[in-house]
């Protein structure tokens, strides 16, 4: 199987149309054509069905489709790891992040590593824990960023030097947004909105045995949609500070969980993969930037 004819498959799949697949490749259709056929008779399954003017996947061609992305996605990035080992001012970095207010302080050590290696080019993703470990252990990232202590087994970690702090954000117009803060008894019979992570974790741990009392009314991975429903008085969401507008003009306000909830950020990379010589500098100068801040 070549990574050639992924590549065809993928356009094939992403288009759903043979002759725009084909002016985007620039490939004649018939040689695309026959490159799917190839494809189809070596895997013994079929991957399309074909419409008169339009192509769908099969159950087979689903299946097939996240696998290529996966490997067309490590090629290039092998390819962009093996220019960069002659490239002595800066090369590929892949992030996988969760979402956080602390990822202003990666952000700062990534400007300064390229005021050093100008040529340094990022690439960033988002995502849950599940989201971006998936990734980082394919290999298709070099770093993760997540908010959940990291096994120890599997990676190498430097944490964060701030931790997020918990609190409920709601309109500025609802009954509890004149507390100072929020107990589990406010939060008794009212919808609330989480990432479902964070809502089996954190907001377990902070609501103890009576975290059944709790009502989860919708999950969210991104924070900023959940805002726009609580915007819409459709429930109250539990996410970290400053993560959303809550500006006055915002019509949202935050305010923070009592007892005080807060979640520490590691960055990690797999413990056994292999690294380009700027994914290692990067780390390097990371974890000794962040001990700095720590100590002090």
Not at 239 to 263: K, M, N, W, Y
């Amino acid at each position: 199987m070549e990574i050639r004819h992924l590549r065809y498959f993928l356009a094939v799949a992403r288009e759903e149309n043979m002759t725009r697949a084909s002016e985007m490749l620039h490939v004649s259709q018939p040689t695309l054509s026959k490159t799917l056929k190839l494809l189809e008779e070596e895997l013994g399954k079929k991957l399309f069905t074909r419409k008169s003017f339009s192509i769908k996947l099969t159950d087979e061609g689903l299946l097939l489709r996240d696998r290529a992305a996966d490997l067309v996605a490590m090629a290039d990035k092998i390819e962009q790891e093996f220019v960069s080992l002659d490239d002595l001012t800066g090369g590929d970095i892949y992030f996988g992040l969760a979402e956080s207010y602390q990822i202003r302080h990666l952000a700062r050590q990534i400007k300064e590593f390229k005021a050093i290696y100008p040529d340094l080019r990022y690439h960033i993703t988002s995502g849950d824990t599940e989201q971006v470990t998936e990734k980082l252990d394919k290999g298709l990232l070099d770093f993760a960023v997540l908010c959940e202590t990291p096994d120890p087994e599997k990676y190498d970690y430097v944490e964060f030097p701030e931790n997020d702090v918990w609190g409920v954000v709601m309109r500025r117009d609802h009954p509890l947004a004149a507390n100072d803060c929020i107990l589990l008894d406010d939060l008794i019979g009212q919808p609330l909105f989480c990432s479902e992570q964070s809502w089996n974790y954190e907001i377990k741990e902070w609501a103890g045995e009576r975290w059944h009392e709790l009502d989860l009314a919708g999950t969210f991975r991104l924070s900023y949609n959940g805002s726009m429903f609580a915007l819409e008085g459709l429930g109250l969401l539990l996410t970290f500070r400053h993560l959303t507008d809550c500006s006055p003009e915002s019509g949202l306000a935050f305010i923070p969980l009592e007892p005080v909830q807060e979640t520490r950020l590691y960055l990690i990379r797999n413990k056994y993969g292999t690294f380009t010589p700027i994914a290692q500098k990067f780390f390097t100068k990371i974890n000794e930037s962040f001990k700095k801040e720590e100590q002090n």
